[in-house]
């Protein structure tokens, strides 16, 4: 089994930046790919971003490209989630995610407890 804890949220102002991060402990040597949803009231969750196991792919959603970066450190096994120029509609818990498989979806193997981010305008 494995277990993802996250880090990082809080509050911040819009323009803001904050840096999230998501280590991983147990089987860690199953993970694949890593990477973060979030989840707004009231909104199903979605995905953001997230990297290969080598690090040498990452995927963002379209809203977040340019100003969000993720990186991993295999040695640590933490992946880490940089959001630069926050906007109001990015406030919502987000979910640290890890799947044996290379890619996330929805229904990846294991999910963090999720970090809130409070975006004020």
């Known amino acids: 089994q494995v277990q993802l804890v996250e880090s990082g949220g809080g509050l911040v102002q819009a323009g803001g930046s904050l840096r999230l991060s998501c280590a991983a402990s147990g089987r860690t040597f199953s993970i694949n790919a890593m990477g973060w949803f979030r989840q707004a009231p009231g909104q199903e969750r979605e995905f953001v971003a997230e990297?290969?196991?080598?690090?040498?792919?990452?995927f963002f959603e379209d809203s977040v490209k340019g100003r969000f970066t993720i990186s991993r450190d295999i040695d640590k096994n933490t992946v880490y989630l940089k959001m630069n120029s926050l906007k109001p509609e990015g406030m919502a818990v987000y979910y640290c995610a890890a799947d044996r498989s290379p890619r996330l979806g929805s229904s990846s193997d294991y999910w963090g407890q999720g970090t809130q981010v409070t975006v004020s305008s």
């Open positions: 990297i290969s196991r080598s690090g040498g792919r990452t």
